[in-house]
Structures are given as C-alpha cells and as structure tokens.
C-alpha cells in the first residue's frame, strides 16, 4: 500500500474509536487528529495510543455470566486485606456488612441493581415529543405562510369538466381510463 492509504486508513481509524475522540476533545480535538496522523503515519512511526487489550482478563457486568474474569478491586487497602484474612476462616464468625463488603470486592453490582432499568427512557421519549411539535409547528407555518390558495384546477367542477374532456378523447381505451367507461350507457363499467 502506498504511504497515502496508510495515512487514510490510520487517520480513519484514529477518528472513529472512542478513546481517541474523548482524549481528542480533553486537548482539543483538530490538533491531536492531525498532528498524529500526519507525522506518525506517514513517517512509519509507532503510536503510543490507550489500547484495550481483550486477551488479557477484564472486569465486566453481565446478568448471564455471573463470574468475571478477575475482581472488581484488585489493589487492596489495609482494611480490605483484612476482611480478605477474616474470609479464610469460619463464615459464621463474619457479619452481614462483612459479608457485603466481601461481595462488593468481587462485584460492583448486585443481580437486582444490574437489572434495574434506567430513566433514559424519558429523555427519549421528551426527545421524540420535541421533534414532533418542531415538526408540527413547521408544517403549520408552512400551511399558513409558505403555501397559497388550492389552484382552481383541483376544484370539483374542473375535475369534472377535465374527466368529460378525456372520456371525449378516447384516452387509453385499451386498459386504461377510457375502458372503464361504456359509452353506450353513458356510465362508468
């Protein structure tokens, strides 16, 4: 590939992940895009960029895999060394809070706060309500001010006069609007 491409398919890739976009506006969003892609890429040099490593083991919140990778807290403090010593005897010996404590080093939420549902329903549905009165109003300024009268050739009597003129003419009499109509009764078939 040339060093065009590259350039194109880093720059690319530099503006559609996450990461880069959230570091980008932290410092400004224009400068780090095209400083990096323009004197990394193209002089084949490494970017030194926050990469997740999916490989290596990772903490997450999902209701169908109750046992992450690792821990929720892997550095512990002095008190949570010693809950940690005080789990490795009897359990009867730990309290309720103990036993909680216990639960939050491995997890960051229990099944019924990950199952609990958000409020961002309203935001949407205040969102959709929104564009929908935008809309609205839009439609009705443009009813009112934008749009004039109805011609008058799509008032009755026109409509009317235009039909008995192509009914005249013959129009389409094969399969179209004239076969429709028997010309001996004078009324639509």
Same mark, same amino acid.
């Given at each position: ?6 350039f194109v398919k880093y720059c690319l890739q530099k503006m559609l992940t #996450? =990461?880069? !976009?959230?570091? +980008?506006?932290?410092?400004? *969003? ?5 400083? $990096? ?10 970017? &030194?960029?926050?990469?997740? %490593? ?12 109750? !046992? ?9 403090? #002095?008190?949570? @060394? ?9 359990? $009867?010996? !730990?309290? =309720?809070? %103990? ?5 939050? /080093? $491995?997890?960051? !939420? #229990?099944?019924?706060?990950?199952? @609990? +549902?958000?409020?961002?329903?309203? #935001?949407?549905?205040?969102?959709? *309500?929104? *564009?929908? +009165? *935008? &809309?609205? /109003? ?7 001010f934008v749009y004039g009268d109805v011609p008058h050739t799509l008032s ?6 235009? $039909? ?13 609007? &004239?076969?429709?109509? %028997? ?7």
């Amino acid at each position: 590939m040339s060093d065009g491409w590259i350039f194109v398919k880093y720059c690319l890739q530099k503006m559609l992940t #996450s =990461r880069a !976009l959230v570091r +980008g506006f932290k410092i400004g *969003f224009w400068r780090p895009l095209s400083s $990096t892609c323009s004197v990394q890429a193209v002089h084949g040099k490494d970017v &030194s960029a926050d990469v997740l %490593d999916c490989s290596a083991p990772q903490y997450y919140n999902r209701l169908d895999t109750p !046992l992450p990778d690792i821990p929720f807290v892997r550095n512990l403090n #002095s008190e949570q @060394k010693q809950l940690k010593e005080k789990e490795k005897g009897p359990w $009867t010996k !730990l309290t =309720r809070e %103990d036993k909680i404590a216990l639960y939050r /080093l $491995t997890h960051e !939420l #229990s099944y019924p706060e990950m199952r @609990k +549902g958000s409020d961002e329903w309203k #935001s949407v549905v205040g969102g959709v *309500f929104i *564009f929908l +009165g *935008f &809309s609205g /109003l839009l439609v009705w300024w443009q009813r009112v001010f934008v749009y004039g009268d109805v011609p008058h050739t799509l008032s009755e009597e026109w409509v009317a006069k235009q $039909t008995q003129r192509m009914l005249d003419m013959k129009v389409n009499p094969v399969e179209g609007f &004239s076969y429709h109509w %028997d010309y001996v009764k004078k009324q639509w078939k």
